[in-house]
């Protein structure tokens, strides 16, 4: 069992922060929902809470001051730092706070990318990355996908040129759950260009070391960890060159400058302290949810269809299609039955287009249209992911029978 010290239940809404008395008129608690969406975000630990909450009411002093208050913070900041370096195998002076997944990813691509030219990208990647690619590069080569949602090594080195400028790919894909062969596609590119890696979703779930991937810069965010929301990390290679995207301060070695934030820094680094503690136990705990929910559903809600690894990928994430069902309907209907989960990214499930990383796979019409993202946390009881079953079964039921009636 998971040790569960300070340890939210996935239930919005309920545990000790905030308390049900202190949330505001018209913010009551979910208390009948389960949380099926958590690689879009997940529950703060209590622990972290407290881990972080001195230094937002006690320990408040500018880390760049001089006086005692801002040396205190300057400490604790430093722990941070270090205390990330030391588990996801990178240096110190390696780490570079940010403000989430989007920033780290966006200076990492504008920061690497210092002349026009060519680039070689994933098409799997998150509108973070994809989206600046097409702001900055003159010309893309995508690479190709498999069924499953991984790339092949083997077509990498062909689509390399004398001007090719950048290569990314990230790690775990954030609505397959697909890991990419990274450490193989950085060893195809060798030196001719820098290798950035969107490793958002795989921190935190799966075992990460900066160094043994060898890739000269890589993206986390503390909330998709049980951390806080707004801040992130771009951990950036020694001596790679690397273009800051703002000025006006000497912070983190200029390359992000402004005050950082000490408190969401210490969260952050908590937070990933207590999952690498329990690594080995939150993904079997996870593995077997997975299991469950899948097995429940190919029962009783057929038919489905898995887009992704059936194993070896991340095992938080659960991407199903019920063809027959229109994704958006589904949606309302199980937020209806208080079951939240979502048709994709986070960052693009404001858009009524197809999933790209569906597409990209190959993926059937029918198929593509009627996809869920069902993804998982070892906070997660077997009794909620078992009635959470349930629901949506009885949804997909109840939508199919309605559109055959008419």
Known sequence: MVDRQGAAPTRVGQGRLPSPAAVPSGLAPLMDCIYLDNNATTPLLPAVWEGMRPYLCDVYGNPASSHRAGR???????????????????????????????????????????????????????????????????EISWLPVSADGAVPVSVLPGLLRPDTRLVTAMLANHETGAVQPVRA?????????????????????????????????????????????????????????????TYGGHQQRGLRPGTENVALAVGMALALTLAARDAEERRARVRLLRHSLLEYLRANAAPIVLNGPEEGGVPHTLNLSFPGLRADAFLMALDLA?????????????????????????????????????????LLTPEEVAEAARRIAHAAERLRRQASAG
């Open 72 to 138: 205190r913070a300057r400490q604790a900041l430093e722990d941070a730092r270090e205390n990330l370096a030391a588990i996801l195998g990178a240096h110190p002076d390696e780490v570079i706070f940010t403000s989430g997944a989007t920033e780290a990813n966006n200076l990492a691509l504008f920061g690497l990318f210092v002349s026009p030219g060519h680039v070689v990208a994933s098409p799997l990647e998150h509108p973070s990355v994809a989206e600046p690619l097409r702001q900055l590069a003159g």
């Open 185 to 245: 596609l950085v060893e195809a590119v060798g030196a001719r260009a820098p290798f950035h890696c969107d490793a958002v979703q795989a921190v935190g779930k799966l075992p990460v070391h900066f160094h043994e991937l060898g890739v000269t810069t890589l993206a986390l965010s503390a909330h998709k960890f049980h951390g806080p929301k707004g801040i992130g990390a771009l951990l950036v290679r020694r001596g790679a060159k690397l273009r800051p995207r």
């Open 338 to 378: 208080g079951v939240a989960c979502s048709t994709g990214s986070a960052c693009s499930s404001g858009s009524l287009l197809p999933s790209p990383v569906l597409q990209a796979m190959g993926t059937h019409d029918e198929v593509l249209r009627s996809a869920m993202r069902f993804s998982l946390s070892a």
